[in-house]
């Protein structure tokens, strides 16, 4: 069975480039999440899907970030445009409701 | 809104020592804990959870860890550490069963030879 992947894993970007990074969650989950990762601010929740409905939408990044869910074994982060603060690892993690949270290996995102 | 803090950012044992994770949480009602293991480069693997019942929860590897109201605690222990336990260890915390999680900063463990 296979986790949850993430594609690019790796992706340079200019400054005011859009980029979307992708994921696909384990087969039969109905949650997703999309998490931000860097050193300085740890690890923080930008989107939350239950059944593909938008449940949250983290409050600092409304303003350049969304995430989508299109079906459920597909989603998309969008950054438009991006800032080099935008620089860092971008996590997505799905599960059942209730269960163990699997995570994706990231996308690095680096913005010049 | 609650919080998670991991008072110690590394920790280093020898390889067979014990070692034990601290992790204390800020929180007036109920509350679902978990601790998330990333070694360098790869995302987070899940370890272990605790929301109600016996304090002491079994995870994988040989890890486990005790919850405490009234230290507001869910510290992190094992055994005997091996070297494949190098990695960085995140405590975490939610109100609801779901993976919307608040995070700890995390701890990195070294085990030396």
């Known amino acids: 069975d296979a986790g949850v992947t993430q594609t690019p894993r790796h992706e340079v970007a200019e400054k005011g480039q859009t980029i979307i990074l992708k994921c696909e969650p384990v087969?039969?989950?109905?949650?997703l999440f999309w998490y931000r990762q860097t050193k300085i601010q740890g690890l923080e929740l930008l989107s939350y899907f239950r059944s593909k409905s938008l449940m949250e939408d983290g409050g600092a990044f409304k303003d350049r970030f969304k995430a989508e869910m299109l079906n459920s074994s597909f989603s998309t982060l969008k950054i438009q445009p991006t800032e080099p603060k935008d620089s860092a690892v971008y996590l997505c993690?799905?599960?059942?409701?209730?269960?163990?949270?699997?995570f994706g290996k990231g996308t690095r995102l680096t913005v010049v | 809104t609650q919080t998670v803090s991991q008072s110690d950012a590394h920790v280093t044992v020898f390889e067979g020592d014990s070692v034990e994770l601290r992790c204390n949480y800020s929180y007036g009602g109920s509350i679902y804990l978990s601790w998330y293991i990333q070694h360098h480069g790869r995302g987070l693997q899940f370890l272990l959870k605790y929301y109600s019942g016996n304090p002491v929860v079994q995870g994988v590897n040989g890890f486990e860890a005790e919850f405490s109201k009234s230290d507001s605690s869910f510290h992190l222990r094992k055994a005997s550490v091996h070297w494949s336990d190098s990695a960085v260890y995140f405590c975490a915390a939610s109100t609801t069963n779901t993976g919307k999680l608040t995070f700890g900063d995390g701890t990195v463990l070294t085990v030396k030879p």
């Open positions: 087969s039969g989950h109905n949650d």
């Open positions: 993690a799905s599960s059942k409701q209730g269960t163990e949270v699997f």
